[in-house]
């Protein structure tokens, strides 16, 4: 019995096809590395903790989604720019040299056009759907980022993540626009709270990496004054985390004991963790643990935040003290 032979054109037009496939996978794959998606999660959560506060724990679900959207495409496109912009130091730092623009998988020019269209998307998005504050607030979150933080202040001062990681902040601010309408005290304390957040999540990040910023001739602040300062510093704004992030409780009241006890515990492992890096700076290890620590803190004073704003769960701040003075009270007889 004879076998059929089967015309070479078909494995050949098979192969065409799965190459194709594969290659539009590797185009999307490479402009989603261009937006940096995993620091983009970290300030999404940021703006629904916003949000959930803002609405008392009763938030619109399509409000909600296209909040986080917009914001998030948002971010993508401020991030896609500072990859543009540092495509010269990203080539000769280890850990950055195969992002899309240094390895030449993305043209300069498709790169820009991409972060631009993005940005039009995101206003679009949050002017249509939520309102036109929450929109600018978006765009002033890139501005601020490309203009302060990447253009300004990067290459040439070693306050550069302090002073542009106010753009990091602004996430929060979008998503309490986007439900009120306006920005109150406790929006701004939430802006308060990444604000004094930023520099020890980032400089831990910096002394991991301290020798590849050296090499780049970035004036991080390890490179600079030294891993001995960085620690000093990261324990110095870790301290102000606890008083800050208790501004919630009191005096703006928008938060409660369940907040106000996880603020306390996170923030004292926080003040912990610092502690532990002062007494050896040097140590990667450590620098490590800090910096995966301070994301894990951020991620759970969130949690704590949505928790809080359920009705079930909400203390009040005056109530919280005011349980807290029957306590002491109760104690001393």
């Avoid at 096809?17 to 999307?28: P, Y």
């Avoid at 202040?153 to 542009?164: D, H, P």
């Avoid at 515990?265 to 450590?286: C, H, M, N, W």
Wanted: net charge neutral.
């Amino acid at each position: 019995m004879q076998e059929t032979a089967i015309p070479e054109s078909i494995f050949v037009e098979a192969n065409q096809t799965t190459q194709a496939t594969r290659n539009w996978r590797n185009v999307i794959q490479d402009y989603t590395e261009l937006t940096k998606p995993r620091i983009i999660v970290l300030l999404l959560i940021t703006t629904a903790g916003a949000m959930w506060i803002a609405s008392e724990g009763q938030v619109d679900a399509f409000l909600m989604f296209i909040t986080v959207l917009g914001g998030a495409i948002a971010a993508a496109s401020a991030n896609a720019i500072n990859c543009l912009y540092d495509r010269d130091i990203d080539a000769k730092m280890e850990r950055t040299s195969w992002r899309p623009l240094p390895s030449g998988r993305i043209q300069p020019l498709h790169a820009l056009i991409f972060a631009i269209a993005l940005a039009i998307i995101s206003f679009t998005l949050l002017t249509v759907y939520a309102n036109l504050l929450a929109a600018c607030l978006a765009m002033s979150g890139i501005a601020t980022y490309v203009g302060v933080y990447t253009i300004w202040l990067k290459r040439s001062s070693t306050q550069n993540i302090v002073i542009g990681g106010a753009a990091g902040a602004i996430p929060p601010l979008v998503g309490w626009a986007a439900v009120t309408g306006e920005l109150s005290w406790a929006a701004w304390v939430l802006f308060a709270i990444i604000f004094v957040w930023t520099p020890p999540h980032f400089w831990a990040l910096a002394l991991m990496i301290r020798d590849e910023y050296a090499k780049v001739g970035v004036p991080m602040l390890p490179v600079v004054k030294g891993a001995e300062v960085t620690a000093n510093q990261i324990l110095l704004y870790t301290l102000l985390i606890i008083p800050v992030s208790l501004l919630l409780v009191y005096p703006c009241n928008v938060m409660g004991l369940v907040y106000a006890v996880s603020a306390v515990g996170l923030g004292g492992a926080f003040i912990y963790k610092a502690t532990q890096l002062l007494k050896e700076p040097s140590d990667r290890t450590v620098a490590r643990s800090v910096f995966k620590y301070s994301i894990l803190y951020l991620g759970l004073l969130c949690v704590a935040m949505g928790v809080d704003s359920l009705p079930i769960a909400h203390i009040s701040g005056a109530q919280a003290i005011a349980l807290l003075q029957t306590t002491i009270a109760t104690i001393n007889l």
